[in-house]
């Protein structure tokens, strides 16, 4: 890393900043955005870190978004980094939706807003999708990993399972079928 | 005081908000209409406005929930409310993974999250595609295929994958707002 320490908290809020103004559309589209600007552009977490950063963010309670930036943000500059992180990522909700709820109610009837939401939610599942593939090539190895995807995926889009379930679950099965030290069948 | 209420409960809502925006809007739901915040039509509205805006959706609720109710300081202290359990709970888990990341217990842990947590974002991605690819509800009433399928959101989706397959250094916002440039001339 070259960036002076002093400076890596103001870099964490203008990254986060960006981040958090171009996630549109819902939170998990932070994932391809994370992947851009943290890993390829800053890289100040490899490939295989954010893998991890991005499962803790899912697994535990509150807000995936905020768990995710908050997380990466800690391994920065512990708290003022993820403050800072934080800070970065609920700005531009703040400031956008203020000035939505205070002068433009109707902002959602727009007929043009909702067009070119059509657009942006198709490019959405784009990005998320491939952003998944990425990820897939560290998280997802061997068979066991492939059963554990498959399954996680089937209950949750067609079965209405909660995710709290699949993650306890996967959790345990990780726990019980992986030899220790990470090797499995 | 209002203020105090609306941190309390929104600390309350990003506790249980587990799986992403969308099981915390129940929740949400009950509260505000509960503490009479906002009219159902007002929520409904509120729900639309929060998913097609920057930010997380819980943020984004949060955000407008809390300026209908308490002005600008409203909506500060019920966004910092709901970002405040996610943040505890993600710094302390974070100390404890810097120091007990190579424990073989945690390694097996996270052998199968991994795999899951890709499966359940894959999900998601799925759920968004039902909502503006695949239109169910839509093909149920008509039961003509053509209506099953939104083809231009296919086409958006398609070019989009395969340009971020072929063209690895573009941002993603660069499709996001191109896509949007296009629904707006074409959808």
Redesign the interface.
């Known amino acids: 890393m070259k960036t002076k320490q002093k400076n890596i908290c103001w870099d964490l809020f203008i990254t986060f900043l960006r981040i ?14 994370i992947q ?1 600007e943290v890993v390829d552009n800053k890289k100040w977490i490899s490939e295989d870190e954010i ?2 950063y ?14 995710t930036c ?2 990466v943000g ?2 920065l500059k512990k ?1 003022p980094g ?1 403050v800072a992180a ?1 800070a970065g ?2 700005t ?3 400031i ?3 000035l ?3 002068f433009l ?4 009837d727009i007929p ?2 909702q ?18 593939v990425r ?2 090539k ?3 190895v061997n068979r ?11 209950v ?2 067609f079965f209405d399972v ?3 379930w ?2 306890i ?7 019980l ?2 030899r ?3 090797a ?1 069948k | 005081m209002i203020y105090l209420l609306l941190y309390l409960n929104f600390a309350k809502i ?8 969308y ?1 915390m809007i129940s929740f949400l739901q009950d509260t505000v209409l509960d503490y009479g915040w906002m009219t159902k039509e007002g929520f409904v ?1 509120m729900i ?13 609720m949060a ?2 929930v809390g ?2 109710t308490g002005g ?1 300081w409203g ?2 202290v019920a ?2 409310g ?2 405040t ?3 505890i ?3 302390f ?3 404890f ?1 810097l120091h007990f990341n190579e424990e ?2 945690v ?23 039902l ?3 695949i239109r169910l509800e839509h093909y149920n009433k008509t039961n003509t295929l053509q209506d099953l399928i ?1 083809f ?3 086409l ?3 070019v ?2 395969f340009c ?2 072929k063209f690895k250094k573009i ?3 660069v ?2 707002l ?10």
């Open positions: 958090g103004g171009f996630t549109i559309g819902g939170g998990f589209v932070m994932l391809p955005l851009k893998v991890d991005f499962t803790v963010g899912q697994s535990l309670p509150g807000i995936i978004a905020i768990n908050t997380m800690y391994k708290v993820a934080t990522m609920i531009p909700s703040l956008i939706i203020t939505i709820a205070a109610t109707h902002f959602q043009l807003v067009s070119a939401f059509n657009g942006i939610r198709a490019a959405v599942v784009a990005t998320i999708a491939m952003a998944v990820m897939a560290k998280s997802v066991f990993g492939i059963f554990i995807a498959i399954l996680s995926f089937t949750v889009s909660s995710p709290i699949v993650i679950f996967s959790a345990l099965v990780g726990i079928f992986t220790r030290g990470g499995n | 990003g506790l249980f908000s587990f799986g992403g925006g099981a509205d639309a406005i929060s998913q097609m805006t920057p930010g997380p959706i819980a943020t984004n955000t407008y300026y209908q600008i909506a500060l966004t910092i709901v970002s359990p996610s943040f709970i993600v710094c888990v974070a100390q993974l073989p217990i390694q097996s842990v996270f052998q199968g999250l991994r795999p899951a947590v890709t499966g359940l974002i894959a999900a998601a991605a799925y759920g968004i595609a909502v503006s690819i939104d231009k959101g296919l958006v989706a398609g989009v994958m971020i397959y941002h993603p916002i499709y996001i191109a896509a949007g440039v296009f629904g707006m001339i074409f959808m």
